[in-house]
């Protein structure tokens, strides 16, 4: 499967953004997403991920409560809606595909097989 992330920008603090994660190749209902992030200088970072159906989310604790991970299998995407963000948020935010079953919802890096390009999301103060 080919993933590819959109919707990053320039946003001032406080604002929203929703990043778009569009898969083709296979079947995208079969695949965990999960979203992460990378800033300049840092590791790559877990920060949302959801399962095949969408009934299991699970969210990195800097994010809770801020970011809704979702997806729409009919689309073939799935969504990270972020509100108030914060200039710690700046980074360039991956999506990936993972094939582990129903219920399959890594938070690690290595659980994904499938990986996009990233978009950059800058959040000035």
């Known amino acids: 499967v080919q993933l590819q992330a959109s919707g990053g920008g320039l946003v001032q603090a406080g604002g929203s953004l929703r990043l778009s994660c569009v898969a083709s190749?296979?079947?995208?209902?079969?695949?965990?997403v999960g979203w992460f992030r990378q800033a300049p200088g840092k590791e790559r970072e877990f920060v949302s991920t959801?399962?095949?159906?969408?009934?299991?989310?699970y969210y990195a604790d800097s994010v809770k409560g801020r970011f809704t991970i979702s997806r729409d299998n009919a689309k073939n995407t799935a969504y990270l809606q972020m509100n108030s963000l914060k200039p710690e948020d700046t980074a360039l935010y991956y999506c990936?595909?993972?094939?582990?079953?129903?219920?399959?919802?890594?938070?690690?890096?290595?659980?994904?097989?499938?990986w996009g390009k990233g978009t950059q999301v800058t959040v000035s103060s």
């Open positions: 990936a595909a993972g094939d582990g079953g129903a219920l399959y919802t890594p938070r690690t890096s290595d659980g994904y097989d499938y």
């Open positions: 190749g296979r079947a995208f209902n079969i695949y965990t």
């Open positions: 959801i399962s095949l159906s969408g009934f299991r989310t």
